[in-house]
């Protein structure tokens, strides 16, 4: 079966990552199809493993998820989505504050001094 007849276009140059999710939108005929596919062309051992997964999942009773399989997704404002990650920290940790909290009898860590040279600069 030539590529141009599969359910999804460009199969053949879509990451793996991507192709979880558009097969979420197939039925069981179009996913056999592109199974067959994959067996017979780049058979990798991820890509057949998701897709007899959902393929069985399809068979128990499961829906397809009525997303677009093109991949296609709809424009989200980036500002609003960027704002509400923009400017957090990995931890919720005051800042100052170590990583790991400091038994009370170890010492405290020495500051650090910054050296300038003399007779240099303003």
């Known amino acids: 079966m030539p590529e141009r007849d599969l359910p999804l276009k460009d199969y053949d140059h879509l990451p793996v990552g991507s192709l979880t999710t558009r097969i979420r939108s197939l039925g069981v005929e179009d996913l056999t199809t592109l199974l067959d596919y994959e067996k017979a062309h780049g058979n990798r051992f991820q890509v057949v493993r998701v897709m007899e997964s959902r393929l069985s999942s399809l068979r128990n009773g499961a829906q397809p998820s009525g997303g677009d399989p093109s991949g296609r997704q709809r424009c989200r404002r980036a500002g609003r989505a960027r704002g ?30 910054t050296v300038r040279a003399r007779g240099r600069g303003p």
């Open 84 to 113: 509400r990650v923009q400017g957090l920290r990995g931890d919720l940790r005051p800042a100052g504050q170590p990583a790991v909290a400091r038994r009370p009898d170890q010492p405290r860590p020495t500051p650090q001094l």
